[in-house]
């Protein structure tokens, strides 16, 4: 493995020293943020780290008295590893609005361990009502009024410009590494795209770039040279085991392409720039591939599943989601219905974070033994 | 004795039994007349329905009428046989479920297909969700009516851009019942039904305080019956009518001293929406002289007082100041105020499975008001509508150890 991956690999294992050091050398602040909604960009123009709170995937048993176990294991994990200390170092802590899961173990997180600035940020969840843009606009220019009244500060338009620039281009570099993987014998494997789109969650947007760039120039020099097996596309919710990744790549099948929130839909569109550099950013989040959540009449996420699987010749699709994730389970039977219409096999996944994924094996191999079957 | 057949307290909950009634036949005869209906999910803001002249149903009232007549388990096994999860709501499993009965074997000949679909994320996400599969499965026009998600208490008020995004809503809701009917609404029918809606909510506010009595005198079985209007038919005259009687009734009760309990010596709350497939657990405790006094599903989930001076906004604000709007702190708030207020001696917090905006921090709740006030609470996990989701024994004898740790 190339030292670019071996970095992403290192940060994404230990993501709170990662942010430690950042702040040490420069002495910013740390915002952790849940969700995909937060407008990073504004977080970054006024100096501070985003850093996406993801899984810890250690057994835990200081959640029971706050969140009852009918709550999604990812939001309970997320509240257990504030309730342990593991985010003591960060100076915020903001989501953007989307299930209630989540929304329960940010309400608790607040309430017993409050963070300097703590912002729950809403956002519309008809995206498409003609009305959405503005309100969304107006939620981000009131969460970026108190960021610099808690600052002290402003955070001018040329900052929030550059902001726009450097994460536009992190999405375009992600994308690029994306794009490789349309290949016959795609040289990035799933669990290293995991893993790279992941690190971009934790770092400095600038120096992931350059990582990427490295990357990006070690890959077009070696080839895998194995056979990629069954192409595969994950299609879900919060996933950020790249354990279940490696081993459904170790049994023959290469994961070439996802919509996930932890994965390509991260990073999917880009802020076009224009004359208020705020709207902007604000109707970045609205275009965006949306969560469950966000998608309330007609299905724009599916329109957007299927071209994501065809552009990258997937082959079988696997359907993950937390367990109790009611948004992501009622969707499931429209997606399963349109794979199954198109005589695409799907193996349907729900997650816990500290199953370990050694015990789906048995069903992936079932799974892609069939998958073979029907492609043949 | 079944849900039906129960005594009430109250001569005029017979009047709401009726309305009740009346309300599901109604449904069909407007079928047949040509008239619109509409399947709406709760809190969707009716008064507009019923001033376009557009029928409402409510599919979750109806899975609640399943569930209370035992009939839920059989549908909610057939929504799970198409794929929909045992995690989802029980009220989307048992109405799906009933897809493929013959309306005859169903309580008021079943619900009529709806014309349009209208739904809200005022509450919850299962609901947009639900009506977003109906929606596919029958090709009907939809419209959600969006809402900011507010976490109101202390220094979080409702903004004006949020009160301005919602009023749009409202306004776009408008745009899609005038389609729908081929008619401008009609103003003065407009205003009132806000008129009607903020009259009966002044006279639930009433009856909710006359329940601060000590003895109590009505309990909760019988008053998460009575609310149906509220939910159903704001914006109405009958449902005003039958609140006033009620409210006179209990007034009278209240003022000579008669409480629903003989001998009343425990007062309890209860928190969440109530077990439907077993109502009669919450009247069982009043055999040992305990009654559920209060309950947050008839207080903070429907209706409300309108500024009738200013009516988009008044209603706009109306609609929007509900429970799961509420902060983890000011649902304590209000629980402290409640327990002083109604001299609550305990809270039955219904960890209920089915209602995630509804069983958010419960376990916060239950500590702290002990911590703040001394009242203790009990956790019993259930489910709505869903009686796989719920052992009554096993609630039942813990239901039991906390009346004696109460003292009953």
Request: glycine share 6%; proline share 6%.
């Amino acid at each position: 493995m190339s030292r670019s991956f071996q970095r992403f690999r290192e940060v994404v294992e230990d993501r709170h020293r990662y942010a430690v050091e950042w702040k040490a050398r420069g002495g910013g602040r740390v915002f952790g943020y849940m969700c995909t909604y937060v407008p990073e960009e504004i977080l970054y123009a006024a100096g501070i780290l985003p850093v996406r709170i993801l899984g810890g995937h250690e057994p835990q048993d200081v959640v029971e008295p706050h969140i009852h176990s009918m709550y999604c294991p990812f939001s309970r994990d997320v509240l257990g590893q504030a309730l342990k200390g593991r985010y003591d170092y960060l100076d915020g802590v903001t989501v953007g609005h989307t299930c209630i899961h989540i929304q329960q173990a940010f309400e608790s997180w607040q309430f017993h361990t409050p963070a300097s600035f703590s912002y729950l940020l809403y956002v519309p969840a008809c995206l498409h009502s003609p009305h959405a843009r503005s309100c969304f606009l107006e939620e981000v220019k009131i969460f970026k009024d108190a960021l610099e009244e808690w600052l002290g500060h402003t955070i001018p338009p040329e900052k929030l410009e550059r902001a726009t620039e450097v994460y536009n281009r992190n999405r375009r570099l992600l994308h690029q590494l994306y794009e490789i993987r349309r290949q016959d014998d795609p040289p990035v494997s799933g669990s290293m795209a995991m893993e790279a789109t992941l690190a971009s969650m934790f770092m400095d947007k600038e120096e992931h770039s350059r990582l990427m760039e490295d990357a990006l120039r070690e890959i077009g020099r070696e080839s895998n040279g194995r056979f990629p097996g069954m192409r595969l596309m994950l299609v879900g919710g919060e996933n950020d085991d790249i354990e279940f990744v490696r081993l459904v790549e170790s049994l023959g099948a290469a994961v070439v392409i996802d919509d996930l929130c932890t994965g390509s839909r991260y990073f999917w569109q880009e802020v076009v720039t224009g004359a208020d550099p705020l709207a902007a950013i604000a109707d970045r989040y609205i275009d965006a591939p949306p969560c469950p959540t966000k998608e309330l009449e007609e299905r724009r996420r599916l329109e957007h599943i299927a071209k994501l699987f065809s552009d990258y010749r997937a082959q079988g699709a696997i359907l993950v989601h937390q367990k109790f994730c009611d948004p992501h389970q009622i969707d499931l039977p429209a997606i399963q219905a349109y794979f199954q219409e198109r005589h695409i096999p799907t193996l349907h996944l729900e997650f816990d974070m500290t199953t370990p994924v050694g015990q789906f094996r048995t069903r992936i191999e079932a799974f892609l033994e069939m998958v073979q079957l029907e492609i043949l | 004795m079944t849900t039906q057949e129960r005594k009430r307290t109250l001569r005029s909950s017979y009047m709401g039994r009726e309305i009740f009634k009346n309300y599901w036949a109604e449904a069909h005869a407007c079928k047949e007349q040509g008239r619109p209906v509409a399947w709406c999910s709760g809190n969707v803001p009716v008064e507009l329905v019923h001033a376009n002249g557009v029928y409402p149903l409510y599919p979750e009232s109806y899975s609640a009428m399943i569930a209370a007549q035992k009939m839920a388990r059989e549908k909610c096994e057939r929504a799970e046989g198409w794929g929909y999860s045992m995690d989802t709501c029980s009220y989307f499993r048992v109405s799906l479920g009933m897809e493929d009965d013959d309306p005859k074997t169903l309580p008021f000949g079943g619900l009529p297909r709806p014309d349009i679909l209208i739904t809200t994320r005022l509450i919850c996400m299962t609901q947009y969700k639900w009506w977003q599969v109906l929606s596919d499965m029958w090709d009907v026009p939809i419209y959600v009516v969006d809402a900011p998600y507010l976490g109101l208490g202390g220094q979080a008020q409702i903004q004006r851009h949020q009160e301005d995004y919602f009023i749009d809503q409202l306004k776009g809701l408008v745009a899609f019942l005038e389609e729908h009917t081929g008619k401008r609404m009609d103003q003065d029918r407009f205003l009132e039904a806000l008129a009607l809606s903020d009259r009966a909510a002044e006279l639930w506010y009433e009856i909710m305080g006359l329940r601060k009595s000590r003895p109590c005198p009505v309990a909760t079985r019988e008053m998460v019956g009575n609310v149906f209007p509220l939910v159903t038919l704001l914006g109405t005259r009958p449902t005003v009518d039958f609140f006033q009687a009620l409210r006179d009734e209990i007034k009278e009760m209240v003022e000579s001293g008669q409480g629903a309990v003989p001998d009343e010596r425990i007062r309890l709350a209860l928190d969440n929406i109530p077990p439907w497939h077993d109502l009669a657990f919450l009247s069982s405790v009043e055999e040992r002289g305990a009654i559920f006094a209060i309950e947050n599903y008839t207080c903070y989930a429907w209706g409300g007082r309108i500024d009738l001076s200013d009516p988009w906004r008044g209603y706009a604000r109306k609609c929007l100041d509900t429970w799961p709007a509420y902060s983890i702190e000011e649902r304590i708030q209000i629980y402290i105020r409640q327990a002083q207020e109604y001299h609550l001696d305990g809270y039955v917090f219904h960890a209920n499975r089915s209602c995630k905006p509804l069983s958010t921090a419960q376990q916060e709740m239950q500590r702290v008001l002990l911590e703040r006030v001394g009242v203790p609470g009990l956790l019993l996990e259930g489910d709505h509508a869903d009686p796989r989701g719920f052992s009554p024994a096993h609630a039942q004898s813990q239901l039991e150890a906390f009346l004696e740790m109460l003292g009953a």
